[in-house]
C-alpha cells in the first residue's frame, strides 16, 4: 500500500481537523474566489478534496463545485457533511487526480493544503497536464503547498516534532530532507492511551522555477505567486508558495 492509502486515516483527522475551523475554512474561500475570478454560478474542480472543506464553502456561494479525492473515506466525510442538506450544487467523486476525467469543464481549478508532489515526477506531471484539460480556456488553476526553501531550512533546524493533541493522545515526528532526490521524509508515531501506531510519508518539494515549467509543459501559464493567502509576497521567508496560473 502506498504512504498516501495510509496517512489519512482518523488519526490524521485528530491532528488536523481541530485547526479546520469555519473561520479559516471561510478565509480560504474568499482567497480562492478573489483569485479564480470565476463567474457567480461558475464551475470550479477541487483536486485532492479531503473532507470538502473548501468545496462546501464555495457552493455556500453559489458557484457549481466538484471535489474529487482518492480516499473514499474522505469523500465519505463529505458528502455526509451536514451542510449539503441544503446544496445542490457540490458533487464528490472518488478518483485519482493522475487521471483525467473532465474535458474543458471548469472556470477554476484549485489544488490547497499540500496535496501536491505525493509522486513521482511523471505523476506529478499528470496532475497537472489532468487539471489543464479539465479548464476551459483561460481558466485559472490555484496550487498552494509548502515553500521549499523555507521547509527545508525548518526541518534543518527543528527535525522532530512533539505535541500533545489531546490528553493522552500523542504525536511524533522525525522529519529529514534528502537532497538527492528533492523529497520530504516524515515517519509519524501516535501513542494513543498506550496503543502506537506508525506511518511513513514522503513529498516532492519543487522549486518555483521547477513548478513554472511543469505547469508551462502542461498547458498554464503561471500569472501571480503569494506567500499566504493573505496575498503577502512571495519570498524565501514565506511558509507557504500559492501559484496562480493561467489555461493558455
Known amino acids: 500500500m502506498n504512504w498516501y492509502e495510509e496517512l489519512f486515516n482518523p488519526d490524521y483527522d485528530r491532528v488536523y481537523c481541530p485547526a479546520f475551523t469555519p473561520e479559516r475554512n471561510a478565509s480560504e474561500a474568499d482567497f480562492l474566489e478573489s483569485v479564480l475570478l470565476m463567474p457567480k454560478g461558475g464551475q470550479v474542480l477541487d483536486v485532492a478534496c479531503g473532507h470538502g472543506r473548501h468545496a462546501i ?50 472556470n477554476g481549478a484549485f489544488s490547497y493544503f499540500t496535496s501536491f508532489g505525493y509522486f513521482d515526477d511523471a505523476d506529478n506531471e499528470k496532475v497537472l497536464v489532468g487539471v489543464a484539460k479539465s479548464l476551459v480556456k483561460s481558466g485559472v488553476f490555484v496550487l498552494e503547498t509548502v515553500n521549499r526553501v523555507w521547509t527545508i531550512h525548518k526541518v534543518e533546524n527543528q527535525p522532530r516534532r512533539w505535541d500533545e493533541i489531546e490528553p493522552d493522545f500523542f504525536l511524533l ?42 505547469l508551462e509543459e502542461a498547458g498554464m501559464q503561471v500569472i501571480s505567486t503569494f506567500g499566504s493567502k493573505e496575498m503577502t509576497p512571495y519570498s524565501v521567508s514565506s511558509p507557504r508558495m500559492i501559484i496562480v496560473s493561467k489555461k493558455h
Open 173 to 214: 515526528e522525525d522529519t529529514s530532507f534528502n537532497a538527492h532526490t528533492s523529497r520530504i521524509h516524515t515517519k509519524r508515531i501516535i501513542f494513543d492511551k498506550g496503543e502506537r501506531r506508525t506511518v511513513e510519508y514522503d513529498i516532492k518539494l519543487y522549486t518555483h522555477a521547477e513548478l513554472e515549467d511543469m
Open 57 to 106: 464553502e464555495l457552493a455556500k456561494r453559489g458557484y457549481q463545485v466538484m471535489g474529487i479525492d482518492l480516499n473514499p473515506r474522505f469523500i465519505d466525510l463529505a458528502r455526509q457533511a451536514p451542510q449539503l442538506n441544503e446544496l445542490t450544487n457540490v458533487e464528490f467523486l472518488v478518483g485519482d487526480m493522475r487521471e483525467s476525467y473532465f474535458v474543458n469543464r471548469f
